[in-house]
Every structure is written in C-alpha cells, then in structure tokens.
C-alpha cells in the first residue's frame, strides 16, 4: 500500500499522465450503497446483537447484557474447539484443492481437442448446489449401502475397516467433508488456472525448451511463477469459501461426533439459531467474521495482492 | 515446438476425471431408478432400469413453478449485477481516489460475511421495507451478496485492458462515461460474461435467502423444492436425484452456451 | 501510516454499524406498539388484533412434508363455506428451521395466524412474549375441541390452566421394530426382556446381522434408548422430574444403573461398530432393517412409513427390565403436534371454526391414509372402518393405538422436554455417550446441566 501510493502520488507530480477520463469515487457508490444496505446494515444489527441477550423473537427485544456473552466465549471450549476445526478445513482445502486445480488445470490449457473436452467434463460439479452435492455424497458413505460396502465386498474386508466408520471419528469425517470441498469446488478453481496457463506466452517455453529445460523444469520455473497471481486470487476465493462453508456440515454430520466436525458457522448455528439464543450466536458470527477478514487482509498484504487495487502504472 | 504426450500427466487426468464421474453417474443412474431398485443396488450398481416416475413425481409437486421462481430469481440477480458491478469495476481499476481503495477493502470484507449470519436482521429489514415474501425481497439480498465476489473478478479482469487504450481515449478528449462505454465494456465481454455465470450460479443454489424471505408456496425455488423430497422423516434417494439432475439442467445449457466466454473471462482473473 | 488507514476503516465501519443498530432499535418499537392498540377489542380474551394483517385471509404455517397434502385438503373444505380465506403456506421441512421462521415473525403481519408446535417446551418462549392466543373461550364455545382428543396427549399444551394448543397430526409413540425373517433364521422370538435381548444380540452377531440397527448420525435416535431404559428403571414419572430440574433423579441409583444396562448393550457390540456413520434421513437406518441386515431398530411410529416394504417387518413394546422400578406399559415419543394461535390473528371467529377440521372425520381419515394416527378419542373406529387401509397398516395402527391407550404414563421425547435451546445439548449427550466421549457420570453432569437451565 504505501508503496503504491508513492508512485501514484510521484505519477501525478510527473503531471504527464492524463486524468482525465478517470471516473471518480461516485462510480462505485451505487454499487457500494447497495451492498451496504443489505449486508453491512445486517452485519451491524448482528455485532449489536452480540451485546444482547435474544431469542429471535421481536416481541421480545433484545436486551443489553454488555459484555456476558463476550466473557462466555472466552472460556468456550466448544468454541476453541470449533477454531480448530475450522483451521483444519482449511489446511485441507488449500493442501489438496491447489495442487490438484493447478496441475489438472495446466494440463486442461493444452491446445489438445481431447483436452478441452476433457475440462468440460471437470467443471460439471460445479453447476450442483451443495446441498445437492451433499446429499449425493451422504448416501455414497454409508457403510451399509455406500460405497464402503461395496470395497468390502470387492476387497474381502473384515467387517470393521478404516472406510466403515467414516463419519464416526473426527479424523476421517474431516477428511470426508475436504474430500467433498474437493469434489465440488475444484473445478472452480481448475478452470481458473487453465484459464490462466492459457495466458501465459508460448515464447517463454519456447527459450527455455532452447535452453534444454524439461517439463518438470519448465513448470517450477515458468508456469508456476507466472500464475502467481491466478494462485492468490484462487486461494483467496477457497480460504474464505471454506471459511464461512455450513451447508456440508448442516447435511453430513450436525457438527459430530461429538463436535469434531463443528467449523465456527456451524457452531454459530448451532449455538445461535439452533439453540435459539441469538446473542451468543452474533457473538460467535462477529468472531468468525474478525478473523475471516484478518486472514484475508493478512494474504493480501502478503502476497502484495492489494496492489492490485491501484492502476496498473505503478507496474 | 511440441513435446512428446506427456502420459504421466494424462493418467493423473484420468483418474482425476474418474473421481468427478463417478458421483455424477450414480446419481443420474439413480434418478431414472425405482427406489426399490437402488436400494437393492446401492450406489455403484450398473444401471438395469429406465423410469420417468421420479420426474414425474417432481413435477406433480410443483417443481415446474418452482424452477420458474428460480429462473426468475436468476434472471433477477444477474440484471442488477450486471448493471452494478461494472461502473464499481471500473472505479476501482482506474479511480484514483483514496477511497476507491476503501471500497476494494470493503469488498474484501464482504467476500467473508456469511448468509447465515446476517438472516436474522436481514428477515428484519426486508420485512420493514415490505418485500417479504416477494420475489423482489429474494432478488434483492441474493444479488447484494454476490457482489464483492464479481467486482473482484471483474476488475481482475478489467486490469487487462492496456494504459495506452486508455490514454488514447483520453487525448481525444473522452470522459470517464466514454471511456467506459467505448473502450472497457467491449474489452471487457469475457469477464462480464464470468460474472454472469458466477452471480447465476449464486442465485441458482440460494437456499437460505429464499427459505427465510418467502413464505407462500407459489414463491418457492427450485432448491427449497428440493426440500420437498428430503421429508423430514424418510427420503427418496432417486427422486432426489431426479430434482438434483433438474436444476442442473438449465444452468448447464447457460454454461454450454457461454463456455467460450466464460473461459476467456477467467482468464483476467489472476491478472498477469 | 498503516495504523491510521485501518483506523478509518474501522471508524466507517462503527458508524454504519450504529447507524443500523438505531434503524433496528426504531423499527422493532414501533412494531410493538402497533399491535397493543387493539387490545380494547371484544373477542376472546388475550385477543390484540393487527389490522396490517391481509385481509379476509387467515394463514396457517405448516411443516412442508408429506402431511401437509391433509392441511391443504382441509383448508379447500373450509374454504367453500368461509368469506375469510384459509392460506396454507408449506414451511420448512426440519423442524428447527421450521421454529426459526415462526419465532422471527410472530407479532410481524407476517406472521401466521395458525401455526405448529412440539410442546410445551416449544412454545415457552412466546408464552413469555405473551404472543399465543388463549385457546379457552374457543373451547368453551366448542367443547370438542379439547373433548375429541386423548387427555393425555390434550394437555401437554396446557400452561398455568389455560390451553395454548389443539392437538393436531399424528401420535408418534416409540417402539421395537424387527425384521421377522432374520429372527425366524436365528430362531428367535421377538425379545420381551432385557436379558433375553442381551442373549439374543450374541446370537445375531453370530448369523452376521446387526443386532439393533441404530442412526446414530442423527444423534436422536440414541435418545430413545436412554428415554426407554430410564421408563424402565425409575419410571416416567421420576424422568419428568430429572427432566423439570431435579438433579437427584439424574444421581440416583437408578439413574446409573439405567446408564450401566446401556452401556452393557453397547459394548456387547448390540449397534454394530459403525452406527455413528449411519443416518436416519438418508434411508441408513430403515434401510437395514428392510433389508435384513438388521434385526431390531427402536424408532418412532413414523417408522412403518419409512420402511415403506411392511412384508417383513414386525413391531412390538420395548423390553421389560426386571428389578426396574417402571411400571408396566409406560411409553416414550413424541405426543403429537399442536396448533398454536397468534394472539393478534384479525380473524378469531375463522380460526376457530377452522380448527374444528382437526378432529372432522374427512381430516382423521386423509392423516390416517398418511400412516398417522390422529390423537383424537375415536381414530380407533376410523381405522376399523376405513376401506382404503391394508390389512398390515391396520394391524400397525390398531397396535399404535392400543399402545397409548393402555399406557400409564407417555413421557415426550427428552428433546422435546427440556428447554428449546438445551435441545441440541441432550442430544449431543446421548450421542457422546454412545461413542464413549463421555462415560456414566459425565452424562449425569451434563443432563444435570441441561436440565438446570432456564
């Protein structure tokens, strides 16, 4: 940030570059205002909330507790808990969703025919709500009627197996729900990388096939450092799309067994909406929100993404 | 200057594709199955039966209104993206006041403000301004939501539109509403054809707007619909399917039809 | 510099913050207000009619399942004879959602003026909000309306003597059901002891059944066993009290012996070892059972309709304990729905009369074509009479029936019972129990915890 704003400042000292055409700050405001009004106004109302005891019903208005449900979060082991199963989430998310989307995506950038049929086919996942990829993979896990029966059968498996009890211990029902996340947002991201690859000039690989470089070698030192920025974007879309997920852990397991799979969002529904006290529930929502929005301000910042805010003078 | 196929790759796709299959054909075979039939079968079964019933049944229960509603709601929140997002694209990409770097941060933040934690006060506000259970109401919330996602893939976008168009317009003297409506909305089909499909999708799968904002039967979408078949006591597994593979369809034909489009968006999106 | 740009953001942010926390506060008064202006208005008493409500409409809220093809059929009926319109609108199908919308409504003009309950517990926090109209004066003008239904079942909703709710859909009691083909292969009868169950799990596991197929996904279905162990051991009675708040009930002796005989079928492997994997909703549970690799599943009486195949499937009570200090017969499950009434419904006179609906015999019949049993004095004689039924739906329900009228006490589910927003946490209890998170005496704690809260 500080940076750019140097150059920006030392661009309009230079006087050379026009402003005119430049649209100005009422531009965004339409836009602005609307998301304000149905999202930020909302949001407040929520923080405020977090101040109060209620229960949902406005007959009965909220009443200002000050800080009780601030100093229950703290002790909340439930709620530490349920950070650490959102962190979990989210290291698995980003440690299978981006190797996996970046490879099969470069490979779907080839000029190849059968490829781009081939990519067609990947995105397919992404046209069914999540709901529906839910329920779809909630009767494949059953360990009766699922697919653990059938490996058992194929297989000659002993009764009890490491695939008969996937949502009964926490380990493989996080593992099951980042399979899903896989599943069904990869193509997503796949199709951005592809998209990305696809931009990245032919004369690159060209001079460095002269210079004898393998594939191996012309992806770590080419593809790689070109989609640098497709990289932050795509993880930035993924982190916070498993940071606020619910729909997956509402269907699958209700947060089980015994809250191993409950992430913040379900734990703010099960503590606020379920539980019907939406003071606590506001609480937790703003917790999940401060640190939403940390972690992604903390990778802007990283990875200079927010440079991209400016114009592109400045590059 | 092509290389040998590279089959290491080619495996991995394979089976990467095989992995995206399989759930597919389980459930289109099971949509066109009796329930007795997979229940017998189970998941992996190959497919011994060809029924309509499920579908049938879908739409015996209103899941033709239904997808209507949907179709409506999708339409909806796509007009008010599209006519919303390109001007705040735009300003952010070539404003160069301080506070269009607000509203970027601002839209970061929206991006990690979940549905569910704001239905409570947002069932308030949509109630006040007399919207509740309309359409209107659904459209409104849905589309708002969608926003700071397609402002930041639009704008990615935008950012590739060189500095010297935009100088050359300029030195003919064109405003900010010239320069937009000459140089960027053209240049810029592909990543507003992406924050078509992006805004669809999102309306498409909207579950919780809808389930709070509506109340009446004849406003229900296509995804409460499905709620339909998950009785609150048992469930019909192929007819869930077979409401499952209906909302796919349309939302595949609009991929088919804007594929090129949307891929040529994407394309923006990580910038260079 | 970076400090100074945050702190901008953040000061935007608070002073919209506030600026929608004032829009809220305004809002919310001024909808309060409102609705006390009618209270002057002769009707029945507790009676504050909104005039913002739509007119010569009155709205029923109902569960968007299958059962609610009989509220639409009633409300076309009524429709023919009343100027003031029935509107059903199909709400959520799970029942938490299904609260949530009533409870974000209620006293808007949006609200429902008829809407669903679960029981008392439910419906507290409107009582509180003073938002459910008195259903006395409706009673006293007809009778019947409290007089068609079970008494057992009618008072569940009666609250300091006043009535909040007419029973409404079907009595859902809880029972064994069995797969007769695996029991006749194993030789068995259908177990009607404890220690007869307990010897019979070892000689399922033998023919490579699953004893007792359970949905522990739901974490629900584990309930019912502590519910039915606990009726056996200290009776219903004693459980109310545990479940009002007495603490000694949850400490007792009973209490833990109760805890042992459940823990003793478990770890005889009686659920099968993966029984947290299986789900109720997704056919899981009912699937086994129809399928035969199951042999016995405690469920509700919903359960013959999920099933769907009734070829092999059979039904009893659950097992007697000996030694326990239970009486005989005494039931667990859920009672019924309720109709719940808003107090500021515009038009009492249409509610009323369309509240009749419940107990008219065209009503009894479509519930009864659904599977359920209407918790009305003469379902009985509907279901004997009636020419669509089959032979095996009228032995389930002539079995249901029998069950809860012979029945001395029928104790609401647990997570019915306990306050609205410990529902969640008793279930969560039972299902930690079941998979060993928590042993004996954390249970106690914690249903000791549950049942303290207000």
């Known amino acids: 940030m500080h940076r750019l704003r140097t150059t920006e400042r030392a661009g309009t000292k230079r006087g050379g570059r026009p402003s005119a055409g430049r649209p100005n700050f009422v531009w965004s405001l339409p836009a602005l205002l609307f998301f304000a009004f149905f999202s930020v106004v909302p949001l407040a109302v929520a923080i405020y909330l977090s101040f109060t005891s209620y229960q949902g019903i406005p007959l009965l208005p909220p009443e200002w507790i000050g800080l009780q449900n601030w100093d229950r979060l703290l002790t909340d082991e439930g709620l530490h808990k349920a950070i650490y199963v959102t962190v979990a989430l989210i290291v698995l998310a980003v440690v299978t969703q981006v190797p996996i989307s970046l490879l099969i995506g470069v490979w779907a950038a080839g000029p190849q025919r059968n490829r781009a049929v081939v990519a067609a086919l990947y995105f397919i996942p992404l046209l069914m709500s999540t709901a529906a990829i839910t329920v779809l993979f909630a009767s494949l896990v059953d360990p009766n009627f699922g697919i653990p029966a059938t490996l058992r059968e194929i297989f000659n498996l002993p009764v009890d197996n490491v695939f008969s009890n996937l949502l009964g211990n926490s380990t493989t029902a996080l593992g099951v729900i980042a399979f899903i996340y896989l599943w069904g947002s990869s193509p997503l991201h796949t199709l951005i990388y592809q998209a990305g690859a696809r931009n990245i000039p032919e004369v690159l690989y060209q001079a460095a096939a002269i210079d004898g470089a393998g594939r191996v070698r012309q992806f770590v030192s080419i593809t790689v450092p070109m989609l640098r920025n497709t990289m932050v974007t795509s993880t930035l879309i993924m982190v916070v799309g498993t940071f606020t997920s619910f729909d997956i852990i509402l269907l699958l397991t209700r947060g089980g067994p015994s809250g191993g799979t409950s992430n913040l969002p379900y734990y703010m529904y099960d503590q606020g909406i379920a539980a019907l006290d939406f003071g606590y529930g506001s609480a937790v929502a703003t917790i999940l929100i401060v640190i939403a929005t940390a972690t992604s301000a903390v990778m802007v910042k990283a990875t200079g993404y927010d440079k991209m805010a400016g114009t592109q003078e400045g590059i | ?272 | ?454």
């Open chain 2, 1 to 272: 200057m092509r290389q040998r196929p590279n089959y290491l790759a080619g495996a991995f796709a394979g089976l990467w594709l095989l992995i995206i299959l399989l759930p597919i054909y389980i459930m289109v075979r099971a949509a066109f199955e009796s329930r007795a039939t997979y229940s017998e079968n189970g998941p992996l079964g190959l497919p011994t039966e060809f029924t309509l019933e499920n579908f049938r049944y879908a739409f015996d229960n209103g899941f033709g209104r239904y997808m209507l509603n949907t179709g409506i709601v999708t339409l909806g929140t796509v007009l008010i993206v599209v006519v919303l997002v390109p001007p705040l694209a735009f300003a952010l990409v070539r404003g160069q006041s301080r506070w269009t770097r607000v509203s970027f941060q601002s839209m970061l933040f929206g991006l990690a403000i979940p549905a569910q934690v704001v239905v409570i006060p947002l069932n308030f506000l949509i109630t006040k301004v007399g919207l509740y259970d309309t359409l209107i109401g659904v459209i409104l919330p849905t589309a708002a939501f969608t926003i700071p996602l397609t402002t930041l893939v639009l704008s990615s976008s935008m950012r590739e539109i060189g500095n010297e168009l935009y100088e050359a317009m300029a030195l003919d003297g064109a405003g900010p509403v010239r320069s937009f409506l000459r140089l960027v909305l053209p240049l810029s089909k592909g990543g507003i054809a992406t924050i078509v499909i992006f805004a669809a999708l999102q309306a498409w799968n909207n579950y919780l707007l809808p389930l709070t904002l509506t109340r009446s039967d004849d406003l229900r979408v296509a995804t409460l619909g499905l709620g339909i078949f998950r009785q609150e006591y048992s469930l019909n597994i192929p007819g869930i399917m077979a409401a499952i593979l209906l909302t796919v369809i349309p939302i595949l034909l609009l991929y088919i039809f804007a594929r090129r489009a949307l891929v040529r968006g994407l394309m923006g999106v990580g910038g260079k």
């Open chain 3, 1 to 454: 510099m970076k400090n100074t740009r945050a702190q901008r953001v953040l000061t935007l942010g608070l002073s919209i913050a506030l600026a929608g926390t004032v829009a809220a506060c305004g809002s919310s008064d001024s909808g309060t207000s409102d609705e006390g202006s009618g209270s002057t208005a002769s009707g029945p008493a507790g009676w504050r009619p909104n005039d913002s409500r739509p007119e010569n409409e009155i709205h029923v809220l109902v569960l968007g399942d299958a059962a609610a093809s009989a509220e639409k059929a009633a409300a076309d009926r009524f429709n023919k004879t009343s100027d003031v319109k029935v509107v059903i609108d199909t709400g959520a199908t799970a029942g938490a959602e299904y609260n949530t919308t009533v409870r974000t409504q209620i006293g808007t003009p949006n609200a429902p003026d008829i809407f669903m309950s679960w029981g008392a517990a439910g419906i507290a926090p409107l009582l509180k909000a003073k938002a459910l109209l008195p259903l006395d004066d409706f009673i006293k003008e007809d009778p019947k309306l409290k007089s068609m239904f079970v008494p057992s079942v009618f008072d569940e909703e009666v609250v300091d003597g006043k009535s909040y709710g007419i029973p409404m859909r079907g009595v859902a009691p809880e029972f064994m059901y069995y797969n007769k083909k695996v029991l006749d292969k194993a030789g068995l009868k259908p177990a009607t002891t404890w220690d007869e169950l307990m010897s019979q799990v070892q000689t399922l596991k033998g023919q490579n059944v699953i004893p007792i197929g359970l949905a522990g996904a739901d974490k629900w279905p584990q309930q019912i066993w502590f519910q039915y162990v606990y009726a056996r051991e200290i009776g219903n009675d004693q459980v109310a009290k545990g479940l009002a708040g007495d603490a000694s009930v949850w400490e007792s002796d009973g209490s833990k012996k109760a805890l042992a005989d459940i823990r003793s079928l478990i770890d005889a492997g009686a659920f099968g070892q993966n029984f947290a994997s299986v789900s109720y909703g997704g056919d899981g549970s009912a699937a086994l059972l129809r399928s035969g690799k199951s042999a016995y599943e405690l469920m509700g009486s919903w359960h013959y309709a999920t099933v769907g195949d009734a070829k092999d499937l059979g039904w009893t009570t659950f097992p007697t304990i000996s030694g326990g200090a239970g009486q005989e017969g005494e039931i667990v499950g859920n009672l019924s729905n309720y109709y719940n009434v808003s107090a500021d419904t515009r038009y009492p006179d249409t509610v009323r009369d369309f509240l009749k609906e419940l107990y008219s015999p065209d009503f009894q019949k479509a519930e009864l074509a659904l599977g359920n049993l209407p918790p009305t004095t003469d379902a009985a004689q509907f279901v004997n009479s009636s020419k669509k039924l089959d032979a095996s739906t009228k032995d389930h329900l002539t079995f249901v029936s029998g069950l809860v009228n012979d029945a001395p006490t029928f104790q609401l589910s647990w997570d019915q019972t306990v306050p609205a927003s410990q529902q969640v946490a008793s279930q969560d209890a039972a299902a930690d129990f079941f998979n060993g998170a928590i042993d004996a005496d954390g249970f106690i704690k914690k249903m000791v915890q549950i049942t303290s809260s207000k």
